[in-house]
């Protein structure tokens, strides 16, 4: 098991450190200048290479990777552009929203995906069930920034029952919690509908109900932790991607996370900025990935660690 | 219920199961009984509708998908009339021993707690310590070794032969008085077959509960058997003592049927292969005349 961390918690590392990386030439490949975007519009092309050599941006490309890596372990991602302060707070600031929006998404969720993915198991194939199955696509289909004008129009303008926008107090989390879990119903449910489909017939359970087990808790007990591993999976890899923030429903909804931070860090061009951002999001990612994995030997006694590492 | 009623009274039951294919009949009008201390067998073919009586028995068809018609009394309530007369005797009146024993108990649950929540749904009232000190001694019971230690593992630490005999332990937690063993030991390799049969069969002595025994090895039929009812198409062609089907077979499939059964003796390629499917009864009809 301590090898076994160790082995996952280096590869994490490496993982991070390889998307820093590619984050770090991709930005500076792309087209676009931060000095222009930066300074002023009269300013001369003599202000803007000042402002380049002020970033370090003058240095050929190498030797910027060199200081890169070299304030990288120090805990340095250098100063933001345009918040003039350093880029790794600027981020870590904005993470308690994000994460905040994103386990309160999770969590609706997870509340409504499950009972309702059991409810279409155990009404496979009838009408109800395919009613169920095209409102939670349409859901999905939905783009969310209109899901989001929408919930807005008539929970905040027509009946202004909530905050239109940031986050003042918890009833400002309803609307972006709303519109974020809309978007991941049909996938959960429809996978919980499966597994669950799956387990109810297998024969197990058929033995469980001979000797007068209940159909509530073949249901429940049975069948769906045996569809835990799954589940478990889907909605881990969900929360990884929500913790790299949901951009268009920050921007919606006036929310202050890490999405909005990104889309404003890559409209400046702020280097250190989004850096900064791709090492707090991925770390995240990872870091949920590897919670997930040592959840499934809690799950399914089958899955050894002792055989895996 | 009058001690002459029947503990499994069969009448006319018929099982249309509704496939891809369309309707088909599985069990076409078959009529039977089971009294209380009687092992009475169905054998056949594999289709020949003796799994779909006997899961119809149990009202473990997947609803929807079977209609069943005529009558089953257990312990005199009729289950095809009566639906919620099914759930109530399974567990109490009535257990099951499953045809694969790999696949019968869930994997991501002790053995322990599974053969637990039987013992306490036919003892409400027991604590879970109690339920446990009852099913390590229901596990003693059926032979495993070490049951204390076992109690907590899961079904995929245990051979075929072990979950077999935790099934056996589960379904007699229910205290039943009828047992339903769907081919209890086809999946089973021949030496441990045997003393699955000897425990079942010793365990009927104990207990006098009456058995319905489904397999498609006369071998099997002719060691447990009181009665033996011949399946084919999802009719009995032909029914009778266990002497009289094995010793006097009537009917041209019994005959059959008892050619199938290999002989022990010295390995033949060209002729058969002993040791496949039906190869491994030979040492079970020895232990039953000895």
Request: glycine letters at 8%.
């Amino acid at each position: 098991m301590p090898t076994y961390l160790a082995r996952r918690i280096g590869q994490s590392l490496l993982t991070v450190f390889l998307t820093l990386t590619t984050v770090f030439l991709l930005v500076r490949l792309a087209p676009g200048d931060p000095a222009s975007a930066y300074a002023a519009p009269s300013a001369t092309s003599a202000d803007l290479a000042r402002i380049r050599e002020q970033f370090g941006l003058d240095e050929p490309l190498f030797v910027q990777y060199g200081y890169f890596v070299r304030d990288l372990f120090t805990g340095d991602l250098g100063t933001s552009y345009s918040f003039h302060s350093p880029a790794l707070d600027v981020v870590l600031d904005r993470m308690p929203y994000t994460i905040t929006l994103a386990v309160s998404a999770i969590a609706v969720t997870t509340l409504v995906a499950v009972p309702l993915g059991v409810w279409m198991a155990r009404r496979a194939d009838t009408r109800r069930e395919l009613g169920a199955n095209v409102l939670t696509i349409a859901g999905q289909s939905m783009p969310d920034f209109w899901t989001g004008v929408m919930l807005l129009t008539v929970f905040a303008v027509l009946v202004p029952v909530l905050p239109a926008s940031g986050f003042t107090s918890w009833s400002g989390l309803v609307l972006p919690t709303v519109t974020v879990a809309v978007l991941q119903l049909a996938l959960i449910s429809r996978l919980v509908r499966r597994e669950m489909s799956t387990a109810l017939a297998s024969s197990y359970v058929t033995v469980a109900r001979s000797r007068g087990v209940s159909e509530s808790a073949l249901t429940w007990r049975y069948a769906l932790a045996n569809s835990s591993v799954p589940l478990v999976t889907a909605l881990g890899t969900r929360f990884a991607a929500l913790l790299n923030g949901v951009v268009v429903v920050e921007v919606v909804f006036g929310w202050p996370g890490v999405g909005s931070l990104v889309v404003r860090a890559l409209e400046t061009r702020d280097y250190p900025l989004i850096q900064a951002t791709v090492l707090v999001t991925a770390t995240l990612a990872i870091l949920v990935q590897l919670l997930v994995d040592l959840a499934y030997p809690l799950l399914d006694p089958r899955v050894r660690l002792g055989k895996a590492a | 219920m009058a001690k002459d009623t029947p503990l499994l009274d069969v009448a006319d039951l018929q099982v249309e199961l509704i496939t891809g294919q369309g309707v088909v009949r599985a069990v076409d009008g078959v009529t039977f009984t089971v009294r209380r201390g009687e092992t009475v067998t169905l054998i056949g073919e594999s289709g020949s509708g003796k799994s779909t009586t006997a899961m119809g028995v149990l009202r473990l068809l997947p609803e929807g998908l079977a209609v069943l018609s005529g009558s089953v009394r257990i312990a005199g309530r009729d289950v095809v009339a009566d639906p919620d007369a099914a759930r109530a005797v399974r567990g109490r009146t009535v257990s099951l021993i499953p045809q694969d024993p790999m696949t019968a108990l869930s994997p991501v649950h002790t053995i322990g707690r599974q053969l637990g929540d039987a013992l306490r749904l036919r003892h409400p009232e027991l604590t879970r310590t109690e339920a446990r000190d009852k099913g390590v001694e229901l596990l003693g019971r059926v032979r495993i070794s070490e049951p204390e230690t076992r109690w907590k593992a899961y079904p995929h630490q245990f051979s075929g032969g072990m979950l077999q005999r935790i099934l056996i332990a589960t379904a007699l937690a229910a205290e039943p008085e009828l047992l339903v063993a769907d081919e209890p030991t086809s999946a089973l390799d021949a030496t441990v077959q045997a003393s699955v049969l000897d425990l079942l069969m010793e365990l009927q002595e104990h207990t006098g509960i009456g058995m319905l025994m489904i397999t498609h090895d006369l071998g099997v039929a002719r060691l447990v058997s009181d009665r033996i009812h011949v399946m084919k198409d999802g009719r009995f062609v032909e029914s009778g003592s266990a002497e009289e089907i094995v010793e006097r077979p009537a009917e041209p499939y019994t005959r059959e049927l008892l050619a199938a059964v290999p002989r022990l003796g010295t390995w033949d390629e060209d002729e058969s292969s002993y040791g496949d499917g039906d190869g491994r009864i030979e040492p079970l009809v020895q232990g039953a005349t000895s």
